[in-house]
Structure formats: C-alpha cells, structure tokens
C-alpha cells in the first residue's frame, strides 16, 4: 500500500496503564518506523485522571472520536477504587458495547526461563464479550443483577443465538488459521437452554469450517484440563464468564496475568487492544511494571488490523514486535521481576526495540 497509515487512540487507564501503555506506543512506533508504517498516535483521557480532570471517567465525546480512528489501545482500568458518583463509571464494558466488539481473543503461550508451570503451552481462548452473567454487558439499560428483598439477589445471563453464532465464528476462523481444532467449553449438563443454545450454534457455524475439527468440553472439566493437558487444545470458545475464569487460569500457566494479552474485535475493521490484567495499583509508579501482555496486545492490534486492511507492513512490524519479545523475554537482566527477571519495564522496553 502507497503511504500505509493507521490512526490509533492511546488511553492509558489507571495506576501502571500509565507505564505500560507508553512503553508499547513506544515499541510498536519503533516497529513501524522500522517497516515504513506511519501511525499517528491520538492520547486521550480515560478512567481516574479523566475524572478528575473531565468530571467522568468516559469524558462526552470520546466514543465518537475514537469511531474516526482505525482502533486504539486501551490500559487497564481500576474501576473498583473509583469513588462513587454519576461520572465514575467502567468504561470498557461501554466500548465494547458501543463498537460492537464481541468477540475477546485472548492467547496463552510458554516460553523458557521465565518460569511457566508448562512449557508446552500454546493456545488460544475466544471469550464471548458482551452478553453472559456479566450484569454491565447483558442488557441495554439498567442491570442484569436486582434484589427483590434484603435476603435475595438474582442475576440474569443473557445468551442469544446471532451472539453465540458470530464469536463461534470468530473462533473457527481463527482455529483454521492455526491447527484446525476448536473446543467448544460449556456447561449444557445444567445449563440446558443458555449453554444449549450457546453449543448448537458453535455446532452450526462448524459446518461452514469442515476442515477445523470441533470438540465439546465441559467447563468444570476444561479447568482442570488446562492444568494437566493443555498442549491438546488449540483455539477454545466459549461464554464470557467462563471465558474470564479459563484466561485467568491459562495465563497461571505461562507466568501470571502479565504474561496474558487481548484483543477485542468485532464484525469491521475497529479493534482494542485491551490486555488481561487490571491496574496493579500496588506497583504503580515503581517502574517495575511487566509490560509484555499490553505490548503484546499491541502487536495484535497492529497485524489484525494489517490483514483487515490489506497494510502488509502492519503486518510486518507486528511481526517485528514479536521477534522483539522474544528475544527480550529471553533476557533475564531485561526481564522484569514477576516472570524471574532482574530488570523493569524500561529495561524490557529498550530490550524489545534494541532486537526489532
């Protein structure tokens, strides 16, 4: 492509987004540069400093700005210390929503020295991202959790057959692309219309992937698979909150939730790159902060967007990205100090970019 260029939102959230984001604007500018890609970075204000300076969290305006861009990137957010009032709300779950990205990939990897629990880890976990249990995402206007008296709660799951339908194909495709096996994870042993619908609409998409092998996994079951075989599963779909538990698990397997990137993604050319873990505020500020999971996140922002719009160097400096972690991740005195490392998040940082 004549002039290849991305325009990408930078939020950073809250306590080690600060760190962590601009460590992987930071690297992906380098990559890009690197393979004649221009990307014009778009900061914009997000979580407690918004609040505090814009008066919300989500701050008027920012959904309709980011529409203009080709995605963004998006730290971690530390809703749960927001104090209470109209303005401090979660503003991921609402991205989502409003972008339509319902589908979170969600990888898991090994790799050497850093003290993974398995060294033959290498799969891939598609979480369904905008129905499900969770009571912000299931329903259009108020909550799917209300309590009738002081001694009930209910909470309403809401599954539907075009939400289960596209993220089974989001998986399948993504399982084609790699070793064409898909594990569907479920609980239709209980759940019998919610986890019933969500299987045969997995099951139907299949049939337009007769190449991927699908198997059925029980969730109870995959969560103690994960443990004792995880090098047999490839690409596993499955519901939000199962989803959010089973990535939470894998990446206990790879060295803890710094180890565990994300992309959201939908039906157009818009992603977030969005990784696992939350804010960390107990490590915010110390510059110790591991940035591998939002670099990562990064870089699977830069090549999905690179296939989506035919931007091969997009694509080429995602992969760029890569080789840089790797090597750095196989750096102990680069390393930082979650994953048996002797150095920091600006160490890391100059470690990726210095093997590009």
Wanted: with cysteine; glycine share 12%.
């Amino acid at each position: 492509m004549k002039n290849p260029h991305l325009i990408l939102g930078v939020l950073e959230g809250d306590d080690i987004g600060h760190e962590v984001v601009p460590a992987s604007v930071q690297i992906a500018s380098a990559a890009a540069e690197k393979h004649g890609l221009r990307i014009e970075w778009k900061p914009m204000p997000v979580g407690r400093r918004a609040l505090d300076t814009h008066g919300s969290t989500l701050p008027a305006g920012t959904l309709e700005t980011l529409a203009k861009m080709d995605g963004f990137v998006l730290g971690p957010i530390g809703h749960r210390d927001y104090p209470k009032g109209p303005g401090a709300i979660n503003p991921h779950p609402i991205m989502r929503k409003h972008f339509n990205l319902f589908a979170n990939v969600r990888p898991t990897r090994s790799y050497p020295d850093i003290g993974c629990l398995r060294d033959d880890v290498d799969l891939v976990i598609v979480r369904e991202n905008n129905e499900g249990f969770q009571p912000d995402r299931n329903v259009v206007a108020g909550s799917g959790e209300f309590r009738p008296s002081e001694d009930m709660t209910i909470s309403v799951r809401v599954i539907t057959r075009k939400g289960s339908e596209r993220v089974a194909r989001v998986a399948l495709a993504l399982a084609r692309s790699r070793r064409k096996l898909l594990t569907v994870v479920h609980k239709n042993t209980v759940f019998k219309l919610g986890c019933g619908m969500f299987v045969e609409e997995c099951l139907k998409a299949a049939k337009d992937f007769p190449d991927v092998r699908v198997n059925e996994v029980i969730v109870d079951t995959m969560a103690m698979r994960l443990v004792r075989d995880p090098q047999n599963f490839d690409v596993v779909v499955t519901t939000n909150m199962f989803g959010d538990i089973l990535t939470d698990e894998a990446a206990g397997l790879v060295g803890g939730l710094g180890m565990a990137p994300g992309l959201c993604i939908g039906d157009g050319d818009f992603a977030m790159a969005q990784a696992t873990h939350g804010s960390a505020p107990d490590i915010a500020g110390k510059g110790i902060a591991n940035p591998y999971a939002m670099v990562d996140s990064t870089r699977m922002l830069l090549d999905w967007l690179g296939r989506r719009k035919g931007i091969a160097e997009a694509v080429a400096a995602a992969g760029s990205m890569e080789k840089g972690l790797t090597a750095a991740l196989g750096d102990g005195k680069a390393r930082t100090g979650d994953i048996r490392g002797y150095g920091n998040t600006e160490s890391f940082t100059r470690a990726v970019i210095g093997n590009l």
